[in-house]
């Protein structure tokens, strides 16, 4: 499959770093020559030096044959036009980032006329990821599959839990609700778990669940968050935007610090019933001002790692119950996870997943399920992909028992007519049905490929 990238952004290099490690035929663009040496020195791909949105540069990165251009430059007027022009060159599909408010909120109407494929708002994205955290609290990370139906979340095992030293297959008896643990990160080893697998605290379960039966499990585990009241946001920028509006609208209170004046007075005309607050989030004074000892969650979300790192430990200190930080720099991002702070995301991340489902599912169209959702876990070493089934073939109608899975993989749910099975070794897989596998150590594009 041939991949044509434009923009050696933040975004662009983990796209570039992941297609390529993944075996794809890639070609960068990018303006910047000693960008693209870096990038060449580094990586298995060929490079091009020159404007994206120039059909020359276009044609000697052979567009005109390329399966996908993903133009994600400094700004949406030169992905959008990059995309339009690369289709009109004979570019099967194309995807652009978009981050503007305005133009993405009325993306439906230009999508059609642009000749997109797909859109992608690294900031509306990640606010996503964020509201959906907040919204369950007792989780460091939450990821969707089957339409929001089905959740897998990252939850800590604390000291003292419940769960310490318990075997799963004593979980699921003691406590015989429809979950499943399918990834467990022990300090720097990770798992794909039988039932035999004690837990330890320490442990950070990644578990598949409907919502009701994750919220039953949390329940009965008898450590219950309460609901988060008041939010305080540190940073005024696009995801702030986002986050504020979703979390206003569940019926929270917000409140944002930025240091920017002309950016405060954007927001207060935008989010109108969030507060605005002018002045540095870094400064700890400010903050036990602005209350938040008595705050629920705060999110740092300012444009340095840095800066909301300083002020996630801060809140750590200040006994802040949600502590949720933004971090672009995956070796920081790391390092912050030793610091205890459970819930660090990425917009560049969170982009990269959702394009790469998308590359994942054109590659392999043809198959008999293709590739509707992916995320990437535990620092990028196990994958959850989501299959939709859409003929007859080897493993439907099969008994799980039966079927003969590849080591380290596991299904972790069907969604089906609406509802969700938790399966075990008596339930199939038939067409229709969207099926979740977790899977480490090896990239799978179908689900022939957990098969022995």
């Known amino acids: 499959m041939k991949i044509v990238i434009i923009g050696d952004g933040k975004v662009g290099h983990k796209l570039t770093a992941q297609l390529s490690d993944e075996g794809y035929d890639v070609v960068l663009i990018d303006q910047n020559e000693g960008k693209l040496k870096e990038a060449l020195n580094r990586l298995d791909i060929f490079c091009i030096t020159g404007d994206g949105a120039n059909a020359d540069i276009q044609r000697q990165a052979d567009v005109p044959h390329a399966d996908l251009v993903i133009a994600c430059a400094s700004t949406d007027e030169l992905n959008m036009l990059s995309c339009l022009l690369a289709k009109r060159l004979g570019a099967k599909h194309t995807i652009a980032r978009v981050r503007n408010p305005v133009y993405y909120k009325q993306m439906d109407l230009l999508k059609e006329d642009l000749r997109l494929s797909m859109a992608v708002n690294p900031e509306f994205t990640l606010s996503n990821e964020i509201a959906r955290v907040l919204l369950f609290p007792d989780t460091s990370k939450v990821e969707t599959f089957v339409k929001g139906r089905v959740e897998l979340v990252e939850f800590p095992v604390r000291e003292n839990s419940r769960l310490d030293g318990l075997t799963l297959a004593e979980v699921y008896r003691k406590f015989q609700i429809k979950i499943l643990v399918c990834a467990i990160k ?66 929270m209170r917000v409140k944002i610090i930025e240091q920017n004046y002309e950016k405060c007075e954007n927001l207060c005309e935008m989010l109108p019933d969030a507060t605005i607050i002018h002045g540095d989030a870094t400064d700890h004074d400010l903050l036990i001002e602005e209350g938040i000892e008595r705050a629920d969650a705060l999110v740092a979300l300012t444009g340095m790692d840095e800066e909301n790192i300083i002020m996630a430990l801060f809140a750590k200190i200040k006994n802040v119950p949600k502590i949720i930080a933004k971090v672009n720099e995956d070796s920081r991002a790391q390092m912050v996870e030793g610091l205890g702070i459970d819930s660090i995301v990425s917009a560049k991340s969170a982009t990269a997943d959702a394009i790469l489902s998308y590359v994942r599912a054109r590659q392999q169209s043809v198959e008999s399920a293709n590739i509707e959702t992916m995320y990437r876990l535990v620092n990028d070493r196990v994958e959850a992909l989501e299959f939709i089934i859409h003929k007859e073939s080897e493993y439907t109608n099969v008994p799980l028992k039966d079927l003969k899975i590849m080591r380290n993989n596991l299904i972790a749910c069907i969604g089906r007519k609406g509802g969700i099975i938790i399966p075990g070794g008596e339930d199939h897989m038939e067409v229709g049905d969207s099926v979740v596998v977790v899977t480490m150590g090896r990239k799978i594009n179908s689900l022939r490929d957990i098969l022995l």
């Not at 499990?217 to 008898?222: P, Q, Y």
Request: glycine share 14%; aromatic share 10%.
């Open 186 to 251: 022990r300090g720097n080893d990770v798992f794909i778990p039988d039932g035999e697998f004690v837990l330890h605290s320490g442990d950070k379960l990644h578990i598949a669940a409907a919502h009701k039966d994750l919220e039953a499990f949390f329940a009965a585990l008898g450590k219950r968050t309460n609901k988060i009241k008041n939010v305080i946001i540190c940073g005024g920028g696009r995801v702030s935007f986002y986050l504020g509006s979703q979390l206003i609208k569940t019926g």
